[in-house]
């Protein structure tokens, strides 16, 4: 069933220690159990004063003009509900210990854009450097398989009507300040090496199967 008002916090798919040496237990727990629950929390009470948008998902929040909704108000739903579907695609995203590579469509993909897997980590190092700020690297796909790697500022999101994301790598400091603190490019070797590339092809064959942006609950 989509979930929509009143949203309650996904939980991790693996303890916080999980993810360990790569991120540490105390920097996991602070980003999804304070800020992530954080966020669900400020976007329940925003919605509660908005039956008509009560009803929405996640991508619909994100995509849906919520006429009945203030401006200002608006503003704040959409930078929470992004932060929410942000969050919970880059914490499905990781697995302890990772898998070592993409495999079947997905991989397939991935070398007919980008050529091997070390070019697209390649293009993926720089786009996190990029970013002005903060925000996210995505890997989205389009309803007939079409890749490509997009960056977005803040808690924006891509465009969920036309792709759909697959993976998405944080780019905020607080994910990878414990142990990093400013060290971004170790972050992002870490992050490569607990991707759970399952989870990114079971998105990417559902988008493709479905002909059209599967979204997210």
């Known amino acids: 069933m989509p979930r929509t008002y009143p949203f309650a916090p996904q939980m991790l798919p693996y303890p916080c220690y999980g993810l360990t040496p ?38 619909a929040l994100l995509t849906d003009p919520l006429p009945s909704v203030r401006t200002v108000d608006r503003a704040r739903i959409r930078h929470l509900a992004g932060s929410l579907f942000s969050h919970e695609l880059y914490f499905a995203g990781l697995c302890p210990q990772g898998a070592a590579s993409p495999q079947g469509a997905l991989r397939a993909a991935i070398l007919a854009r980008y050529g091997s897997l070390e070019a697209f980590k390649s293009l993926v190092r720089q786009a996190a450097g990029d970013i002005l700020g903060v925000g996210f690297v995505w890997l989205n796909t389009d309803a007939a398989g079409n890749i490509h790697l997009a960056i977005t500022n803040d808690y924006r999101t891509p465009q969920l009507n036309l792709f759909t994301p697959v993976l998405v790598l944080d780019a905020w400091e607080h994910a990878y300040f414990s142990p990093y603190y400013t060290g971004l490019d170790a972050y992002v070797e870490s992050w490569f090496s607990l991707l759970n590339w399952r989870e990114a092809e079971r998105r990417y064959n559902a988008a493709t199967a479905l002909g059209r942006p599967s979204g997210s609950s």
Not at 26 to 51: E, T
Request: glycine fraction near 10%; hydrophobic fraction near 45%; avoid cysteine.
């Open 22 to 59: 790569g991120l540490q237990a105390d920097g996991v727990y602070l980003h999804h159990s304070v800020l992530y629950s954080g966020d669900i929390v400020a976007l329940n009470a925003l919605l509660a004063q908005y039956p008509d948008a009560q009803g929405l998902t996640l991508s």
